[in-house]
């Protein structure tokens, strides 16, 4: 059971170049997101999708470009990657219930490490 | 002012003690209210879940939620050198499910 599969682990990059960092869910969660995780500043909403073609801004998207194709596969792309990316980057997916069930639960993958130098 | 608020710690505490973690938040309309635990270098994992308010106990954890005073809290009894891990509160409204995370706290129990 792999859950939320991310790749790469680990990126380095220069500024200015573009990269897609791929995430995977064998769940069939309807929710997917991308969170960056920066000291300090806990996990902050890049973009996020609530079902395969729909996809919205969370609270810090400049820089980045989503799709959703597919159920299971939510990439992201830094356009053009800049010193203020290097971060560490997380999905989550999550399935859709009612008020007060154990929806809404965020499952995690582990994480790409991304330095922009 | 950040919508969550979470002190950062680090919190350093032998093993065996009791662990008192907590997250102040202002949006009355939170109803969802979760502990994620982060182990270095690893992707957050859910570690209880309350809706609405109260308390819930899981073995060793409690979480306790006052929405009067937006207040939500993590106990941890007879903390173990394994729980050393960075503690993350997060909270949601309803929907789509667009929580909205605390800073962490990094917490270290030493043998």
């Known amino acids: 059971n792999a859950g939320v599969t991310q790749t790469p682990k680990f990126q380095v990059l220069k500024t200015g170049q573009s990269m897609t960092l791929q995430c995977a869910q064998d769940?069939?969660?309807?929710?997917m997101s991308w969170y960056r995780q920066d000291p300090g500043m806990g996990l902050r909403l890049i973009h996020y999708?609530?079902?395969?073609?729909?996809?919205d801004q969370g609270e810090v998207p400049n820089g980045y470009n989503v799709s959703r194709s597919t159920t299971e596969d939510f990439p992201l792309r830094l356009l053009s990657a800049a010193p203020s990316q290097t971060s560490v980057y997380f999905c989550?997916?999550?399935?859709?219930?009612?008020?007060?069930?154990?929806?809404?639960?965020?499952?995690f993958g582990a994480g790409t490490r991304l330095s922009v130098l | 002012q950040k919508e969550v608020e979470q002190d950062p710690g680090p919190l350093s505490v032998p093993e065996g003690a009791i662990v008192s973690l907590n997250c102040t938040y202002s949006?009355?309309?939170?109803?969802?209210f979760m502990w994620y635990r982060q182990y270095s270098r690893k992707g957050p994992e859910l570690l209880m879940y309350?809706?609405?308010?109260g308390n819930k106990e899981d073995g060793r954890f409690t979480a306790q939620v006052d929405k009067s005073s937006k207040y939500i809290s993590l106990f941890i009894r007879d903390s173990q050198p394994s729980d050393s891990a960075t503690y993350l509160c997060?909270?949601?409204?309803?929907?789509?499910?667009?929580?909205?995370f605390g800073a962490g706290t990094r917490l270290a129990v030493h043998p």
């Open positions: 989550a997916s999550s399935y859709s219930a009612g008020s007060g069930t154990l929806g809404n639960i965020q499952y």
């Open positions: 769940m069939n969660h309807e929710y």
């Open positions: 997060a909270m949601g409204s309803g929907g789509y499910n667009k929580l909205i």
């Open positions: 949006n009355s309309a939170f109803q969802y």
């Open positions: 999708s609530v079902g395969a073609g729909i996809t």
């Open positions: 309350t809706y609405s308010s």
